[in-house]
């Protein structure tokens, strides 16, 4: 469980990012933060592995204030998932996963063997063990970062905006990858994205945020659609305008489902059990 109490972030500039923020992510779930450019939820995301300082308040894992822990071994212990994957590009993809195992002692041949294990459960051929990332696909790339941030098996595994740069098409065979490695592993996964789509696919979770890390909703998809919060929360998930913003319509051969815009999205299907 990692557990934010009064967490504030004032940069050197003046720029508030965060402003005393309250938040307790459960182990072994999918909490997403989502909101626009700005809000505050990439710093957040850092200060859970102290890349970000906060300027006041704690953050504790399983009760532990993560600031009486060396910021290094805290880093190594949690795994990191960036956009564009953040290769080393005269690695090899076997020696990026294999990074974080050899700098915590591994041995380099247990290190690589953990290294081809974990690629084929994020989808890719061992043979692609000894290529460079200039020689991979964008969305092969991203799959060996989701196989280096699981690499130490940590329990806990930051993802920041990590399905941002790839294709609509990559996108959601990554997006359905994540769901089918978490319903496997079991990790505790903050996930940072400006996607409402992703977050409500993904987060068992959902925090969304407005400037300065302000939590306009916290809760399940299915929480926030049925009942949101605000007219701020209404208008960012498109239940006022958009595709969430749906009605009934009647035509000749049925019940059909119709957004904002009055374009058909489904037809009204009775139940038949009883």
Do not use: W
């Amino acid at each position: 469980m990692i557990e934010f109490s009064a967490v504030s972030k004032v940069f050197p500039d003046g720029t508030r990012a965060v402003d005393d923020f309250h938040l307790v992510i459960p182990s072994r779930k999918t909490t997403v933060f989502v909101g626009s450019s700005g809000c505050g939820k990439t710093t957040l995301l850092r200060m859970i592995n102290r890349m970000v300082e906060p300027s006041s308040g704690t953050i504790a894992i399983d009760g532990a204030d993560i600031g009486g822990k060396p910021a290094v071994q805290l880093r190594r212990s949690i795994g990191y998932v960036m956009q564009n994957s953040g290769l080393l590009p005269h690695f090899t993809v076997a020696d990026n996963i294999s990074t974080v195992p050899v700098l915590q002692g591994q041995s380099r041949k247990a290190a690589r063997t953990r290294a081809l294990e974990l690629m084929a459960t994020v989808g890719l051929d061992s043979a692609m063990a000894d290529r460079y990332p200039s020689q991979l696909s964008g969305g092969q790339q991203q799959r060996v970062g989701v196989a280096r941030g699981l690499a130490a098996d940590p329990n806990i595994l930051l993802m920041d905006e990590p399905f941002g740069a790839v294709d609509p098409i990559v996108r959601d065979e990554l997006q359905q990858e994540l769901i089918r490695l978490q319903s496997e592993i079991g990790k505790t996964i903050v996930f940072v994205t400006h996607d409402i789509d992703e977050a409500f696919l993904l987060g068992d979770q959902v925090v969304i945020l407005e400037k300065g890390a302000k939590i306009a909703q916290v809760g399940t998809p299915s929480e926030i659609v049925e009942n949101p919060a605000s007219d701020f929360v209404a208008s960012f998930i498109g239940a006022v305008k958009g595709k969430r913003a749906l009605h009934l319509k009647q035509t000749p051969t049925g019940t059909v489902v119709v957004d904002a815009e009055g374009r058909t999205q489904g037809a009204l299907v009775e139940d038949s059990h009883p």
